[in-house]
């Protein structure tokens, strides 16, 4: 199956699927208790929730078809913008949630979080940047600059917004796209540590940072604050066993853990679902992450092999950290699980991503022929039909 010119396309097309539809179930079960209770219709965050999915579908549809020579003609325009609405969250037109200043206020209730769209912008700017420096990337110099000081800079705004979770993913693509333009271990390691110097500067200059830290390291240390979110997850895998108490029967989001549907939709997972549940989340992710980095090495594209590693470093990245932080693994920084979670940025952002992926795909040896002798059949069967 592997073999087949289309098969990295396909398991883009059929991983995003499945995680889609299982987080759109899962908002709807995890968000039920509260949209009764805030909005008096037990439906409305899952409504919510599927039109963010049916724009974010329409944005992925547009991003497989266009030309990826017009995505790198639009990589420094959208970095731009993308600079222009966070500093817009700056001035009055900004909205403060949670303790994050990161939403411009749309209408009927609806936000925009540009962070979110900075992660794809970061991954197009790079991956065009370092498409026209391909003969030079045998220099450190070339792979570090302009890269790491601008991008670091838009990542350094993020960060001033309150929302270091996005930041240290955002980062996490600046690192990962610099180790695959070939940048020496050296500076590497370098780039590393000044890396960790910085995460936790920004850690101990907050202090519900440092007491979200320090409730990772110990969580009953203050279980009634810090430590509440990470002990009621635990106690929803608990619960849950292997199979899970069944779909709709969590105990957690009835106002026990807070961000059900949101960061710990995981958690619902678990106690649902159970570990069975929680494998199957596991498996789509890692399939997705093996995809994505086999369209990085097989594609014949240079655009097309840095941006399909970004963002599969992206989500990737991200995944991880919001898998880990349900589990105790890592401190809660506020991170969404891709797909999985509610939120209308985020679902837009990553699946116009997972278009880009999926186009990055058709650059495979073989596979943009099979894909227009695909599309060719199937409009001649639909003529068939309609005759």
Same mark, same amino acid.
């Given at each position: 199956?592997?073999?087949?010119?289309?098969?990295?396309?396909?398991?883009?097309?059929?991983?995003?699927?499945?995680?889609?539809?299982?987080?759109?179930?899962?908002?709807?079960?995890?968000?039920?208790?509260?949209?009764?209770?805030?909005?008096?219709?037990?439906?409305?965050?899952?409504?919510?929730?599927?039109?963010? +999915?049916?724009?974010?579908?329409?944005?992925?549809?547009?991003?497989?078809?266009?030309?990826?020579?017009?995505?790198?003609?639009?990589?420094?325009?959208?970095?731009?913008?993308?600079?222009?609405?966070?500093?817009?969250? #700056?001035?009055?037109?900004?909205?403060?949630?949670?303790?994050?200043?990161?939403?411009?206020?749309?209408?009927?209730?609806?936000?925009?979080?540009?962070?979110?769209?900075?992660?794809?912008?970061?991954?197009?700017?790079?991956?065009?940047?370092?498409?026209?420096?391909?003969?030079?990337?045998?220099?450190?110099?070339?792979?570090?600059?302009?890269?790491?000081?601008?991008?670091?800079?838009?990542?350094?705004?993020?960060? #001033?917004?309150?929302?270091?979770?996005? +930041?240290?993913?955002?980062?996490?693509?600046?690192?990962?796209?610099?180790?695959?333009?070939?940048?020496?271990?050296?500076?590497?390691?370098?780039?590393? +540590?000044?890396?960790?110097?910085?995460?936790?500067?920004?850690?101990?200059?907050?202090?519900?940072?440092?007491?979200?830290?320090?409730?990772?390291?110990?969580?009953?240390?203050?279980?009634?604050?810090?430590?509440?979110?990470?002990?009621?997850?635990?106690?929803?895998?608990?619960?849950?066993?292997?199979?899970?108490?069944?779909?709709?029967?969590?105990?957690?989001?009835?106002?026990?853990?807070?961000?059900?549907?949101?960061?710990?939709?995981?958690?619902?997972?678990?106690?649902?679902?159970?570990?069975?549940?929680?494998?199957?989340?596991?498996?789509?992710?890692?399939?997705?992450?093996?995809?994505?980095?086999?369209?990085?090495?097989?594609?014949?594209?240079?655009?097309?092999?840095?941006?399909?590693?970004?963002?599969?470093?992206?989500?990737?990245?991200?995944?991880?950290?919001?898998?880990?932080?349900?589990?105790?693994?890592?401190?809660?920084?506020?991170?969404?699980?891709?797909?999985?979670?509610?939120?209308?940025?985020?679902?837009?952002?990553?699946?116009?991503?997972?278009?880009?992926?999926?186009?990055?795909?058709?650059?495979?040896?073989? +596979?943009?022929?099979?894909?227009?002798?695909?599309?060719?059949?199937?409009?001649?069967?639909?003529?068939?039909?309609?005759?």
């Amino acid at each position: 199956m592997l073999e087949r010119p289309l098969a990295s396309y396909q398991l883009v097309l059929g991983t995003t699927g499945l995680l889609l539809g299982l987080g759109l179930i899962m908002v709807l079960s995890a968000s039920s208790v509260l949209a009764l209770r805030v909005y008096g219709n037990s439906f409305e965050i899952f409504l919510r929730q599927g039109i963010f +999915a049916v724009v974010g579908l329409l944005a992925m549809v547009i991003a497989m078809r266009i030309p990826l020579e017009r995505v790198r003609q639009l990589a420094r325009p959208a970095l731009v913008a993308v600079v222009m609405l966070i500093g817009l969250t #700056f001035t009055p037109l900004g909205m403060e949630i949670n303790g994050n200043r990161n939403w411009i206020p749309l209408f009927a209730g609806f936000n925009l979080q540009p962070s979110e769209f900075a992660k794809l912008a970061i991954c197009l700017w790079i991956a065009d940047l370092y498409t026209r420096r391909h003969r030079h990337l045998g220099t450190p110099r070339y792979v570090i600059t302009p890269v790491v000081p601008i991008a670091g800079a838009v990542s350094a705004l993020v960060v #001033f917004q309150k929302d270091l979770g996005t +930041a240290v993913i955002m980062f996490a693509i600046i690192a990962g796209l610099l180790w695959v333009a070939g940048l020496p271990l050296k500076p590497m390691l370098g780039f590393g +540590a000044g890396l960790v110097v910085l995460l936790l500067f920004f850690v101990a200059t907050a202090q519900h940072r440092v007491d979200r830290f320090m409730s990772f390291l110990n969580p009953m240390a203050d279980p009634e604050k810090s430590g509440y979110q990470a002990i009621k997850a635990m106690m929803g895998f608990a619960r849950g066993g292997f199979w899970g108490l069944g779909l709709g029967s969590s105990r957690q989001k009835w106002g026990a853990l807070p961000e059900a549907h949101t960061d710990f939709i995981l958690a619902v997972i678990g106690e649902e679902l159970g570990l069975a549940g929680s494998l199957v989340v596991l498996a789509l992710f890692g399939l997705l992450a093996y995809t994505g980095f086999r369209i990085a090495h097989r594609s014949r594209d240079r655009f097309a092999r840095y941006l399909a590693a970004g963002i599969t470093i992206w989500i990737t990245t991200q995944a991880v950290i919001n898998i880990g932080m349900v589990l105790g693994l890592l401190p809660v920084i506020g991170v969404p699980l891709p797909l999985i979670s509610y939120g209308g940025s985020s679902m837009l952002a990553t699946l116009a991503a997972l278009g880009l992926l999926a186009n990055c795909a058709t650059t495979e040896p073989g +596979a943009s022929r099979a894909l227009a002798t695909s599309r060719r059949a199937k409009a001649r069967t639909k003529r068939k039909a309609g005759r």
